[in-house]
């Protein structure tokens, strides 16, 4: 036999095995894929019809891992953040999401004998956003399309997203918002995908696959290296910090000075306090203009801009106010509360409900409009300045229904990740 012969007849033999292994093994493949809110890592089954996929998949597991055929199951995990949030942010999210995931399938009792691997990457899919934008009819397509494809994920120091920053800054932000609305929603999800062998025992004599003890789900993930690498020096460190100090510009024009701060306390819900003191007077032309007093807000923060970044958006709040004043522009005069004594002796009371929008206009200022529905009650005075007295009038109760608060506030924002994306300056 000639050395041509045996070559041929090695390459004859080894293609007849590997035609017989794949008769007897079939690979064969299924994914699944679920949703989550903006900001939050938890797991919903009732959210974007999570519950339905999730039962369906459940039952194949079960199913296809009963199977004596079927063997070596692997599995691969990933999970993405939509790109409008703060990366330290996004990191936390799209790893708390594979957990919420895996958590999930340990809660339905799966596992898969044989061998098992997985893989965690993700952060952001900037594939997907591409495709997307190709089947679209957005604006600034083309813009958008420029940017994904040739604009490097990270800066030259590794530490700022440059291929984000471009979109939000691209044309005042209207392909970004455009995109948070239709695309985003679809990108925040952890998907799996599985593989198996399966082997058909009417083939023929099989080539024995080795026998791995069946493997439970790990109870915690250790990331490798995926689509959202870390960069060389990380920016921000601890925990988001929210905060304002803010002034009511309607009392400024008033010539009452005010100043007012606001936290940021948890799942959108915000406490506020505010303080108020103009004391003028012209004894000579009798002119008096006094108003001191506070108020206490607590807030709760509503719609997409108050999930997508606190004290931002559509907010409802009670409140209450104290206060007392002492108004005479030259004619008759008015006094709220006793004369002399504390505040709470001569003081005027309010309570209500407020709405309010607070609008961003810089990095860090907003210019927040809110309107107050209550009841204010209390004794006030009227008086005359004859001479060089002021005569006593009438002694009245106040007992009045309607608008008690208004604001339109200039709100400086504090604190670590408090800033408005898009609106000038670092991002």
Request: aromatic share 12%; net charge positive; proline share 6%.
């Amino acid at each position: 036999m000639t050395i041509e012969s045996k070559i041929m007849r090695k390459i004859l033999t080894t293609a007849l095995l590997l035609c017989s292994l794949y008769a007897q093994a079939q690979i064969q493949t299924d994914s699944v894929r679920v949703y989550y809110r903006v900001g939050k890592s938890l797991l919903e089954p009732g959210f974007h019809g999570n519950d339905t996929v999730l039962a369906d998949f459940v039952q194949r597991l079960r199913r296809v891992t009963e199977d004596p055929r079927n063997r070596n199951f692997n599995f691969r995990i990933k999970s993405y953040a939509s790109p409008e949030g703060p990366l330290s942010l996004n990191r936390r999210l799209y790893a708390g999401r594979t957990e919420a995931f895996m958590g999930y399938l340990r809660q339905e009792g799966i596992s898969l004998p044989g061998r098992t691997g997985l893989w965690q990457d993700g952060c952001y899919n900037w594939e997907e956003l591409r495709r997307r934008v190709e089947d679209s009819d957005m604006p600034y397509r083309a813009e958008v399309l420029d940017i994904l494809r040739n604009v490097s994920e990270w800066g030259h120091d590794g530490t700022v997203e440059l291929r984000k920053e471009q979109l939000m800054a691209l044309a005042g932000g209207e392909p970004f918002r455009y995109m948070l609305r239709r695309f985003f929603p679809e990108m925040r999800y952890s998907s799996m995908l599985l593989f198996y062998e399966t082997v058909d025992p009417g083939l023929g004599p099989q080539i024995p696959l080795p026998e791995v003890p069946a493997t439970a789900l790990p109870g915690r993930l250790a990331p490798l290296a995926g689509q959202c690498p870390a960069p060389k020096a990380e920016v921000k460190t601890g925990k988001p910090f929210y905060m304002a100090v803010k002034t009511n510009l309607l009392y400024d024009a008033a010539l009452v000075p005010n100043i007012g701060v606001e936290f940021h306390l948890k799942n959108n819900w915000s406490l506020s306090a505010g303080w108020m003191y103009g004391w003028w007077k012209k004894d000579r032309i009798h002119w008096y203009w006094r108003a001191y007093g506070g108020d206490i807000t607590v807030r709760k923060w509503l719609g997409k801009a108050a999930r997508e970044k606190p004290l931002t958006g559509h907010h409802l709040g009670i409140y209450g106010q104290v206060l007392t004043y002492d108004f005479e522009t030259g004619g008759r005069g008015y006094m709220g509360g006793e004369p002399g004594g504390t505040l709470f002796d001569r003081a005027n009371f309010a309570g209500g409900v407020e709405y309010g929008y607070s609008l961003p206009i810089r990095r860090r200022l907003n210019l927040d409009f809110t309107i107050g529905i209550g009841y204010m009650g209390g004794k006030y005075y009227e008086y005359k300045p004859i001479d060089d007295c002021y005569v006593w009038q009438a002694t009245k109760q106040r007992h009045y229904f309607g608008p008690t608060k208004l604001e339109v506030s200039l709100v400086w924002l504090l604190g670590r990740d408090n800033i408005n994306k898009g609106k000038g300056g670092k991002r």
